[in-house]
């Protein structure tokens, strides 16, 4: 991809187009000690130093949670911008949500959720996460610009079900004969703190509307409500939010150790 596809699809000439075999010859020595020279031609400005200093991976791990040595950043935007993403996506075999293995049992449901960027945020953050499935109420959010600005492609990756508010009852109930656990992400007066609840692994997580939460209609149906301690002055926290802390809650009781 790197030497070959991507030069394609940014314009790069043929004759400027880096040769694997080539690559090794030049650099296979210090590829093999685990570190090689990142330069930028044009200016000869060094991005990646080599260090003389090799450790192994959990060495590394360590050293960086420990705070010693310089840290660099590992995440990179493609010529920062999604168009490219697209324009790669031909060449490879993506895996959509049904051919992508689920990493977890976590279902996310969001069809009460209204606003369109809580809904991008949701999106991105169950597939940062591995979450198995995401339940909207209306799936023509996909096409939407705002949530694909901000999910940046995460649809693409997860299984996104289309579940309508009237039809959420029958969806749970359904679940609940599947084996799977529900509970509800909203203050109540015998909610559990996130913190010390222990997730079951196939769990139907539930999240309320912005303004009026999750419904008594429903909040009936849940085997447990949940919600994150709160130590400020705001009693509330923005859905999104919310749903990400407790996405996450279950990813370090869940897959975290597990990866």
């Known amino acids: 991809m790197i030497f070959q596809v991507l030069p394609r699809v940014t314009g790069v000439i043929e004759e400027e187009w880096l040769h694997v075999l080539n690559m090794f010859k030049e ?102 996460f591995g979450v198995s499935e995401l339940i909207v109420d209306n799936l023509s959010i996909l096409q939407d610009k705002e949530f694909q600005s901000l999910s940046v492609t995460a649809e693409k990756w997860m299984v996104i079900s289309e579940v309508k508010v009237r039809s959420i009852p029958k969806y749970l109930a359904d679940k609940r004969q599947d084996g799977y656990t529900i509970a509800g992400l909203e203050q109540t007066a015998e909610s559990c703190p996130i913190t010390e609840y222990q997730f079951e692994h196939k769990t139907v997580l539930v999240l309320g509307n912005e303004h009026q939460g999750i419904p008594v209609e429903v909040l009936h149906l849940m085997d447990r409500c949940l919600e994150a301690p709160q130590f400020g002055v705001i009693r509330s926290l923005n859905v999104h939010v919310a749903g990400a802390i407790a996405v996450w809650e279950y990813t370090k009781q869940h897959l975290l150790h597990h990866s």
């Open 27 to 128: 650099y296979g020595d210090v590829w093999k000690r685990g570190v090689a020279p990142l330069t930028l031609e044009s200016s000869n400005q060094v991005f990646l130093e080599r260090t003389d200093t090799i450790c192994s991976g959990e060495e590394s791990h360590q050293q960086s949670c420990d705070g010693d040595g310089d840290d660099v950043q590992r995440k990179i935007s493609l010529l920062n911008g999604v168009g490219v993403m697209e324009e790669l996506f031909p060449f490879f075999p993506v895996p959509s949500g049904q051919q992508r293995e689920a990493k977890s049992g976590l279902i996310l449901v969001v069809s009460l959720v209204q606003k369109i960027p809580n809904l991008g945020g949701l999106c991105r953050t169950c597939e940062v």
